[in-house]
């Protein structure tokens, strides 16, 4: 499975900003498709993930009320919408696929830049 990540930009404090994750190849294996974060000078961190064949989202406390996670089966596609977008939201965002529960995020997408002004 191959993941391309897009959307990412130059955006103001408050605004809003849709990423988008395409998948391609095998994507009937899939359990979980995931979007994660790395500031500069930070560790990679995880943000929000929903199941393929369920649609069941989770997300990390910081983003929880803010970003909505959804997948589309029929566009082979993960979508992160982020609203009320803040300058700590500043960061490369990765899209990845892992292929069962108890497994690690194995395919990874190449990231988005996502900058928020104050």
């Known amino acids: 499975v191959q993941l391309q990540a897009s959307g990412g930009g130059l955006v103001r404090a408050g605004d809003s900003l849709r990423l988008s994750c395409a998948l391609s190849?095998?994507?009937?294996?899939?359990?979980?498709v995931a979007w994660f974060r790395q500031a500069p000078g930070k560790e990679r961190e995880f943000v929000a993930r929903?199941?393929?064949?369920?649609?069941?989202?989770d997300y990390a406390d910081s983003v929880q009320g803010r970003f909505f996670i959804a997948r589309s089966k029929a566009r082979s596609a993960v979508d992160l919408s982020m609203d009320s977008l803040q300058p700590e939201d500043t960061a490369v965002y990765y899209c990845?696929?892992?292929?069962?529960?108890?497994?690690?995020?194995?395919?990874w997408g190449q990231g988005t830049q996502v900058t928020v002004s104050s």
């Open positions: 990845a696929a892992k292929f069962r529960y108890d497994a690690e995020y194995s395919s």
């Open positions: 190849g095998r994507t009937s294996g899939i359990y979980t």
């Open positions: 929903v199941t393929w064949t369920g649609g069941s989202a």
